[in-house]
């Protein structure tokens, strides 16, 4: 089983410019999240979302937009890199609690994102 | 609000030492879920456990061990022997259920080095 995979697994970007960071699951799981990792700080939730079609905010939102078109895929966008938003991006999906309360969040391999 | 402390931030044991990871957790949620996560110098994140909050029952799985104690908001991580392999960032969380979507709030990880 594949699980969380994450596109790309590196990028550098230049200020201003725009991308999107592209999450697959292959487990039919509900909810799917976001994170960004920087040093001595955790991960951190930017977006989640509880179902296709829906998405909402987490701790640090500002500067990211997402999108759930499919059950399978969650897009986080950058519409205008800083170099703030350097770091390491994690994707995580879960069941419901509703489905399973016993399992954990998978988490894809990361994606490192550096802006110049 | 929902908040873990980590406040060992960096550990040096010697291979075959004992070694406890503390954490405490901040919640007024009746229910809540703890989590430990480890990661490797290769970046992904290894789920390690999961406990709920009726769950005070402390596990031991092989050389790995938990105490949860809800009396002081602990749960803590316990190596027993440790082996240069267990070297890693280690993150406790907590999950949150708002919204209904379960949220982990992560510690700001504590890095363990394990010498030969």
């Known amino acids: 089983n594949a699980g969380v995979t994450q596109t790309p697994k590196f990028r550098v970007l230049k200020t201003g410019q725009s991308m999107t960071l592209l999450c697959a699951q292959d487990?039919?799981?509900?909810?799917m999240y976001w994170y960004r990792q920087d040093p001595g700080m955790g991960l951190r939730l930017i977006h989640y979302s509880v179902g296709e079609g829906t998405t909402a905010k987490g701790e640090v939102p500002d500067g990211y937009n997402v999108s759930r078109l499919k059950k399978q895929n969650f897009l986080l966008g950058l519409e205008s890199a800083a170099p703030s938003q350097t770091s390491v991006y994690f994707c995580a999906s879960s069941y419901s609690w509703t489905v399973d309360s016993n399992q954990p969040q998978h988490f894809g391999d990361g994606t490192r994102l550096s802006i110049l | 609000a929902q908040k873990v402390t980590q406040a060992q931030t960096e550990i040096s044991v010697v291979e075959k030492e004992d070694v406890t990871l503390d954490c405490v957790y901040e919640t007024r949620d009746t229910t809540y879920y703890l989590f430990w996560y480890k990661q490797p110098p290769s970046g992904e994140l290894v789920f390690l456990i999961r406990?709920?909050?009726?769950?005070?029952q402390n596990e031991i799985s092989g050389r790995y061990s938990w105490n949860f104690q809800k009396s002081t908001s602990s749960f803590n991580f316990t190596i027993t022997a440790s082996q240069v392999v267990d070297s890693a960032v280690y993150f406790c969380?907590?999950?949150?259920?708002?919204?209904?979507?379960?949220?982990?709030?992560f510690g700001k990880g504590m890095k363990l080095t394990v010498n030969p």
């Open positions: 969380a907590l999950s949150t259920t708002q919204g209904g979507s379960e949220k982990l709030v």
């Open positions: 406990r709920n909050s009726f769950d005070e």
């Open positions: 487990m039919n799981h509900e909810y």
